[in-house]
């Protein structure tokens, strides 16, 4: 059964720092890229920053670029966030994705989200 689980959200003030961490485990997932996504109230779920397992390339979107960094941990099957300079407008569900495309489509996970609220 695969899991992906969350872990390392709060509540912080603007300009503070959290990690955020996804222990993936029930398969390999060499072949898989593991993604930060987020979703804030009423808002529709948006990418944040993917790392490819094999390579370790990465990519941002552009309102975290310079400010979060994603990476990973082989031995422990990990994939962090470290989010600084957080601002308001970062709060959100952020959930741990992991995908890798298949004949016709994705072979996706999703974890359960861990919520990050950043306070002015």
């Known amino acids: 059964q695969v899991q992906l689980v969350e872990s390392g959200g709060g509540l912080v003030q603007a300009g503070d720092s959290l990690r955020l961490s996804c222990a993936a485990s029930?398969?390999?997932?060499?072949?898989?890229?593991m993604a930060w996504f987020r979703q804030a109230p009423g808002k529709e779920r948006e990418f944040v920053a993917q790392?490819?397992?094999?390579?370790?390339?990465?990519r941002y979107a552009d309102s975290v670029r310079g400010r979060f960094t994603i990476s990973k941990d082989n031995a422990k099957n990990t994939v962090y966030l470290q989010m600084n300079s957080l601002k308001p407008e970062d709060t959100a569900v952020y959930y741990c994705?992991?995908?890798?495309?298949?004949?016709?489509?994705?072979?996706?996970?999703w974890g359960q989200g861990t919520q990050v609220t950043v306070s002015s």
């Open positions: 994705n992991a995908r890798k495309p298949i004949w016709g489509g994705l072979d996706e996970y």
């Open positions: 790392i490819w397992w094999n390579s370790g390339n990465t």
């Open positions: 029930g398969r390999t997932f060499s072949r898989y890229a």
